[in-house]
């Protein structure tokens, strides 16, 4: 695609807004989904927070929009601007909804991983003590592998493609509505893997912890939008391995562990009294 396809401004106000208008609707209503949900649950401490597969998957979902949607927000624009900027010309234009939808269809797929690495890990605790019992020191070890993946050039390749819109049109470019999900995906694909391990470490740290959504939110943001993006991105890393280390030697600086643990042995026991 030339260069000279991109269009210095966005030619419809309108449309822009528009676009912009309802990323911060969906963005909204995912967040007071999320919080609601968590105002509501009870108190499970299990992985899966004692939710079944379809729950677990719309609150996923849901999760997605609200903190991914608002960080993709600059690719998306820039898709919407171009293709304006097509039908101007006379060109095939393609919604803005097939590129940003397509999103959520990869991005769903990972929440059923996310599920069923959440069951395991309550079939494999339920079956060992020592899990039991070192269940804050594992949650430190996924923060210190959470940020060693920060620092690795798998990241860095997957966060400049997440920073540089223009450059992900201008090599990545296929027309048609198929052209254009199949870019969604790509793009799509980029985002979870600079920032997946991220949301791994809200197994330790609390899936419905809004603190810390809003706090990853934040993270990737910076990452993706400023100009220190990198740096941010560096500073994260060391700071999750510092915190993860000080968990595995000190199990109760995880925020969870003192009330999670009382709260496991009482359904262990109940569970066993049951049987």
């Given at each position: 695609?030339?260069?000279?396809a991109l269009p210095s401004s966005y030619p419809l106000?309108?449309?822009?807004?528009?676009?912009?208008?309802?990323?911060?609707?969906?963005?909204?209503?995912?967040?007071?989904?999320?919080?609601?949900?968590?105002?509501?649950?009870?108190?499970?401490?299990?992985?899966?927070?004692?939710?079944?597969?379809?729950?677990?998957?719309?609150?996923?979902?849901?999760?997605?929009?609200?903190?991914?949607?608002?960080?993709?927000?600059?690719?998306?624009?820039?898709?919407?601007?171009?293709?304006?900027?097509?039908?101007?010309?006379?060109?095939?234009?393609?919604?803005?909804?097939?590129?940003?939808?397509?999103?959520?269809?990869?991005?769903?797929?990972?929440?059923?991983?996310?599920?069923?690495?959440?069951?395991?890990?309550?079939?494999?605790?339920?079956?060992?003590?020592?899990?039991?019992?070192?269940?804050?020191?594992?949650?430190?070890?996924?923060?210190?592998?959470?940020?060693?993946?920060?620092?690795?050039?798998?990241?860095?390749?997957?966060?400049?493609?997440?920073?540089?819109?223009?450059?992900?049109?201008?090599?990545?470019?296929?027309?048609?509505?198929?052209?254009?999900?199949?870019?969604?995906?790509?793009?799509?694909?980029?985002?979870?893997?600079?920032?997946?391990?991220?949301?791994v470490i809200l197994f330790p740290l609390g899936m419905?912890?809004?603190?810390?959504?809003?706090?990853?939110?934040?993270?990737?943001?910076?990452?993706?939008?400023?100009?220190?993006?990198?740096?941010?991105?560096?500073?994260?890393?060391?700071?999750?391995?510092?915190?993860?280390?000080?968990?595995?030697?000190?199990?109760?600086?995880?925020?969870?562990?003192?009330?999670?643990?009382?709260?496991?042995?009482?359904?262990?026991m109940d569970g066993s009294s049951m049987q």
């Open positions: 695609m030339a260069e000279s106000p309108r449309e822009r807004n528009l676009i912009l208008g309802s990323l911060l609707v969906l963005a909204v209503a995912a967040w007071a989904v999320l919080i609601w949900q968590a105002a509501v649950m009870d108190e499970d401490m299990s992985l899966t927070m004692g939710m079944s597969a379809p729950l677990w998957i719309a609150l996923w979902i849901a999760m997605m929009v609200a903190i991914m949607f608002p960080t993709a927000a600059p690719m998306i624009m820039m898709f919407a601007r171009v293709h304006t900027k097509r039908a101007d010309r006379g060109q095939t234009f393609v919604p803005t909804w097939v590129f940003a939808g397509s999103y959520l269809l990869l991005w769903a797929p990972a929440g059923v991983v996310a599920y069923g690495v959440a069951v395991a890990g309550d079939e494999l605790a339920a079956q060992s003590t020592w899990i039991m019992d070192n269940a804050a020191r594992i949650g430190g070890g996924v923060l210190i592998a959470a940020g060693i993946y920060q620092l690795t050039p798998l990241k860095y390749v997957c966060l400049n493609k997440c920073r540089t819109p223009i450059a992900f049109i201008l090599n990545s470019w296929r027309d048609g509505c198929a052209g254009s999900f199949r870019m969604g995906l790509e793009h799509a694909a980029y985002c979870l893997g600079c920032c997946w391990l991220l949301f419905m912890n809004i603190a810390v959504l809003a706090l990853i939110t934040l993270l990737i943001f910076t990452e993706k939008s400023t100009a220190v993006g990198r740096q941010i991105a560096a500073l994260a890393a060391f700071a999750l391995i510092a915190y993860g280390a000080l968990v595995v030697f000190v199990p109760d600086a995880l925020p969870m562990a003192m009330d999670n643990s009382p709260s496991m042995d009482a359904g262990g």
